[in-house]
């Protein structure tokens, strides 16, 4: 049971934040706590896959080279894997865009209707 | 024996470019009617001269793309399918005439979108003529739902939307809740749709999904108007009455008895009716509408109505001729088709006539009218015999061969619905044309005879059904190949 | 410059899309030409692309040279090529329906919103041709951020539609990119083709399992699929017309395209029909969609709003026919892939005719619509014969086979569900075709004449609406050349 959590913990740690941000993407009612969820969501997934590319006792993947510029043999499980994490500042890139968008259809509905509380922007659109 | 041709696309051809025609010239009415008339001629003509080929015992084909695996739009003229094209096309040229002095007597509006759709659906009835599979007749018979709905409403008000809504619901419901899912499930069964003689369920599938399949045929195919899918037919009577002798007569109804007799004939075939009994369940579940029709028709006031609930009743006569599966009553049954349509279309002409010289629609009004339009009467009197069936008219002849036919097949009951159904015509035919002639009435001293363009036509359809009479020969034999091809001898 | 056409289809609307801004700032009027040669460009590719596939088969293309599984990889077999022709083609014919609607709609941002529409473009045509997983999320947040961009933009309540939009739009890519770093944990690998030889001799692992659910749930909120369609209704009605009429037709039939390269290409038919019962799940949620899609439709008074119930629904004939999965129901959902774009198209196009028109998209704004615009109406009559399934149209043929799938295989809701959502479309239709008929109450003959203000939509909207009638037609009769040429590679074997 303890090997259970204690080894994953990285798994833990994710689910739990994407938990927190699918909560309040659903619970909050207001809209930017909304774009903050959705970004806490969006970086747990970030956090997972970082998670995956390490390994015990590796390190950067930076190759090393010897006295005359040539690229020493390569040990793969002396490096972590770098692939997750190129992928991920694609990811993060993505982020950021989509919370610029965010942000801005915010600053649109604010002006339309000056209040960024969900509730009371449906009782204006009902009426 | 097949022979490829082009004629019979042709056929279809012409009236869909005189659609386009006909809504080219929407600014030069004459013109526009002359349109009309070319096509009309000109589409009689093709067909026509298919009929030697015909009656020489071959058949003209004509395959165009493939649709589906092995099904195409394919046309095939046989001689059922020439009978109703030429029935279909020379009623077009009559109905065509009485539309001119109709719509123009009552100053219509929208005409030109009247004479296109009218030319779209006669360019759909002739192709479910020549439909040589089931996908392509069921092509064109959506295509003439669709092509009469505007004719139908054309008076654009709240009764004509109703009457419009009930048309569609009956039609289009049936065909894609019924007919579709067995047209998919005889190609799933025997993986083709071609009409043969043989038929193409033999031994596809177990009886009891032939015999569902079968159903789901005679429910979805509602312009035959069998009962219970008939409502639609009376409330399309708000239609102008060029456009109801249309449906009567030329184009709807005769394309669903001609769907369900080429279902009966060449996707089941006589020998499977009789093996699996479909013959008997049809003839019975169609006297059933047979004689309530008629007695329907007593009921009726409104003469368009009487008729509308007399062509249900008549309609069944030859879904009847199918149901009895031997050569005289296959052979009854395809000739009531040109009967019922010369002998209903004067009827509608003669009613039309009236309503446009007098306004009066209902027949307890029209008492005395003979007098004042004795040749419109004329001629109505003349139809209705042909419709009870009473030499020296050509209606005589297709009950006389579904009597003989239920005598050939031991089907005694059948006959004597056959009977009574035409006693119950005479019951409320006759009185009509006798208070018309002898009743005293002394409304009309206004009245004339009915404008010309209104009267000639029904005269002229009249004088066809007598000359049926005695020259019922061409209709006879086309009728005589089919029922032969399919039961030999 | 031939092999290198599967590139350029992307590489075209992306460069032209960081010109637009410049080309705007000397002059306004430049954009829409230069839209329409991105596009034409793209288009032109595509049918290049597609010739190649029918005649060589697949093909390959290595980004940068790289090898696969190492770089990343353009594949395109038949159902792309297909793909690909539909979604330029359908870009190229809005973008030709645009002008008008823009400067009406969105005046002085004609710039900014033609740059956009390219980058939608070139997200929707990437999610297409790629074969690498993860290039395929790149692409699928540059469609969605494209999107709720060109969404946002609409009238009264869009930018509302897009906030819900983006947040259930990231949470369905936020799943699909859990589902690749599952797959990529026990793999190692992001390219299709490797994957697909990788996955079965691991078949039994849980993380493959967790895999296809994220990738399932992932896919379906971006396909909107019941219960997971809420977002679509509101978005696609508040958006301005162009910008639904570009993305309701695409975007759905594109993230069904996905699911089919996932389900069927990078987990193999024998997992996913055998292993997993996801296709009977399929099959179950495509009922249900058609029945909710198409109850929800008939009860709306806008028009918009309408088709995207219609949308829905579609999705569901979609779903529900690989959900049958044997050969001839993925036929027909393959072709109603092809089949619903088109139709889709032609909707919202003829939508964004009346909103142009009659500024405004009720069911009452079709009044007498006949009688003023009857070219537009006519295509649209075409348009709705295909929606409900009326031959020679399109839309009768993919029905068929999915009917024909359907009943061989025994599924009765499903068959039941489309021919009920026949009998509905004919009802939402019929409905609209008496509203532009004009039916009076009072009963009288009036004299119509033809005077009376007949006033045709403009000539760069009719066009394609025209093309779109015509289209319609054509693949309806020459159905058997597409599936014997095309859609006959595509069906994975049961």
């Known amino acids: 049971m303890i090997e259970l959590i204690a080894g994953k913990y990285n798994y833990w740690i994710y689910i739990i934040l994407m938990m927190i941000g699918f909560y309040a993407m659903i619970g909050k009612r207001n809209m930017v706590k909304k774009v903050i969820g959705m970004n806490i969501f969006q970086t747990s997934i970030i956090l997972f896959y970082i998670s995956i590319a390490f390994k015990k006792g590796a390190t950067l993947p930076i190759i090393r080279e010897t006295a005359d510029h040539v690229a020493a043999a390569v040990e793969v499980s002396q490096y972590i894997n770098p692939l997750p994490h190129v992928l991920m500042l694609t990811a993060i890139v993505v982020m950021v865009a989509t919370l610029g968008v965010a942000i801005a259809i915010l600053i649109l509905i604010y002006r339309r209707y000056g209040t960024l509380e969900e509730d009371e922007i449906l009782k204006k659109v009902k009426s | ?489 | ?494």
């Open chain 3, 1 to 494: 410059m031939k092999e290198h056409a599967p590139v350029l289809i992307v590489v075209f609307p992306i460069m032209f899309a960081f010109i637009t801004p410049l080309l705007g700032w000397i002059r306004k009027s430049l954009c829409y030409p230069w839209v329409i040669l991105a596009l034409s460009l793209s288009t032109i590719c595509s049918l290049i692309t597609l010739e190649e596939v029918m005649t060589g088969g697949v093909i390959h293309y290595y980004l940068g040279s790289w090898l696969p599984p190492w770089g990343i990889e353009y594949v395109v077999d038949h159902l792309n090529a297909m793909m690909l022709v539909i979604v330029s083609g359908a870009a190229l014919l809005v973008a030709i329906y645009s002008r008008r609607s823009i400067e009406a709609e969105l005046p002085g941002k004609m710039v900014y919103f033609y740059t956009i529409f390219l980058l939608q473009t070139t997200g929707f045509l990437g999610i297409v041709v790629t074969g690498d997983m993860f290039n395929l999320y790149v692409f699928l947040e540059i469609a969605s951020l494209a999107g709720y961009t060109l969404i946002a933009i609409g009238e009264d309540g869009a930018p509302l539609a897009s906030f819900r939009y983006i947040i259930m739009g990231t949470v369905g890519a936020c799943f699909y990119l859990l589902g690749v770093g599952y797959l990529y944990m026990v793999t190692g690998s992001l390219n299709m083709a490797d994957l697909a030889t990788i996955i079965p001799l691991i078949s039994d692992s849980k993380v493959v399992l967790t895999a296809f659910a994220f990738f399932m749930a992932g896919i379906a909120i971006k396909m909107a699929l019941f219960p997971l369609h809420v977002w679509l209704p509101d978005a696609y009605t508040r958006a301005p017309s162009t910008s639904s009429a570009l993305i309701a037709p695409l975007m759905t039939k594109i993230s069904v395209y996905v699911m089919i390269r996932i389900f069927f290409t990078v987990f193999k038919p024998s997992f996913t029909v055998d292993v997993l019962p996801a296709t009977d799940i399929l099959l179950w949620l495509g009922t249900i969609a058609i029945f909710g899609g198409a109850i929800m439709a008939l009860a709306q008074t806008d028009f918009k709003r309408m088709l995207c119930y219609i949308v829905v629904a579609e999705v569901g004939y979609m779903v529900g026919g690989i959900g049958v999965a044997n050969s001839i129901a993925m036929q027909g959902a393959v072709l109603h892939l092809l089949n619903d774009a088109v139709m889709t198209l032609g909707l919202f196009i003829v939508a964004g005719i009346v909103t142009y028109q009659m500024k405004g998209h009720l069911l009452s704004d079709f009044n007498a619509l006949f009688r003023k615009m009857p070219l537009t109406m006519v295509t649209f009559v075409v348009v709705a014969l295909s929606v409900i399934g009326v031959p020679p149209t399109c839309g009768f043929f993919s029905k068929w086979y999915l009917l024909q799938g359907g009943i061989m295989a025994g599924a009765w809701g499903f068959v039941v569900a489309l021919l009920l959502s026949s009998l509905i479309n004919i009802i939402l239709f019929f409905r609209i075709f008496e509203l532009g008929y004009v039916f009076q109450s009072d009963g009288s003959h009036h004299d119509h004449g033809h005077g009376g203000f007949i006033h045709e939509a403009p000539a760069s909207m009719l066009l394609p609406s025209v093309v779109v009638a015509l289209g319609i037609l054509a693949i309806g009769i020459y159905n058997q050349v597409i599936i014997n040429n095309i859609i006959t590679y595509v069906i994975p074997k049961f």
């Open chain 2, 1 to 489: 024996m097949e022979t490829a041709s082009v004629k019979p696309v042709l056929a279809i051809a012409v009236s869909l470019f005189g659609t386009l025609l006909i809504v080219a010239f929407r600014k030069k009415p004459n013109i526009r009617e002359l349109c009309t008339f070319i096509i009309a001629f000109v589409k009689f003509g093709i067909i026509a001269s298919m009929l030697p080929a015909v009656l020489a015992g071959s058949r003209l084909r004509c395959d165009l793309v493939d649709l589906l695996p092995g099904v195409g739009l394919a046309f095939r003229v046989d001689s059922l399918g020439l009978l109703f094209a030429l029935v279909s096309s020379s009623l077009w040229i009559a109905t065509s005439l009485y539309s001119v002095g109709y719509m123009r007597s009552l100053k219509e509006h929208s005409q030109t979108r009247y004479y296109a759709f009218f030319a779209l659906a006669l360019s759909s009835a002739v192709g479910v003529a020549f439909a040589g599979n089931i996908l392509t007749l069921y092509l064109f018979y959506e295509m003439l739902s669709l092509s009469t709905y505007p004719l139908v409403t054309h008076h654009q008000d709240s009764e004509a939307r109703f009457a419009g809504r009930k048309y569609l619901t009956y039609l289009m419901g049936t065909s894609i809740g019924f007919f579709l899912p067995a047209v998919i499930l005889t190609y799933y069964f025997s993986g083709t749709l071609n009409f043969t003689e043989q038929g193409i369920l033999t031994g596809a599938a177990s009886d009891t999904m032939l015999t569902v399949v079968f159903i789901l045929y005679i429910l979805g195919i509602g312009k035959a108007a069998i009962m219970p899918i008939h409502a639609w037919l009376p409330s399309a009577m708000v239609a102008p009455t060029p456009v109801s002798s249309l449906l009567h007569a030329v184009a709807v109804v005769k394309v669903g008895v001609f769907s369900v007799l080429r279902i009966c004939l060449h996707v089941f075939g006589p020998y499977m009716m009789h093996d699996l009994s479909l013959n008997v369940f049809l003839l019975y579940f169609v006297s059933a509408t047979i004689l309530l029709g008629s007695l329907f028709a007593l009921k009726q006031d409104n003469l368009k109505a009487r008729l509308a609930y007399s062509t249900i009743s008549q309609l069944s006569y030859i879904v009847l001729g199918g149901g009895l599966a031997g050569i005289i009553g296959i052979t009854g049954g395809i000739l009531h088709i040109v009967m019922h349509a010369f002998g209903k279309i004067t009827l509608f002409f003669c009613a039309g006539a009236i309503m446009v010289n007098t306004g009066l629609k209902n027949i307890s009004e029209m008492r005395g009218i003979g007098r004042k339009m004795p040749v419109t009467m004329a001629a109505f009197f003349f139809g209705s015999l042909s419709i009870i069936g009473i030499p020296p008219l050509g209606g005589f002849w297709s009950k006389w061969y579904l009597a003989l036919g239920c005598i050939q097949v031991d089907q005694i009951p059948i006959l004597v619905v056959l009977l009574t159904s035409s006693l119950l015509n005479a019951a409320y035919f006759l009185p009509i044309s006798y208070n018309a002639f002898f009743a005293d009435q002394d409304r009309y001293s206004e009245v004339r005879e009915a404008p010309l363009l209104t009267v000639i036509p029904p005269v002229f359809t009249a004088l066809v059904s007598f000359l049926l009479f005695i020259y019922p020969g061409v209709f006879l034999d086309l009728a005589k190949m089919t029922a032969q091809a399919l039961l030999g001898g």
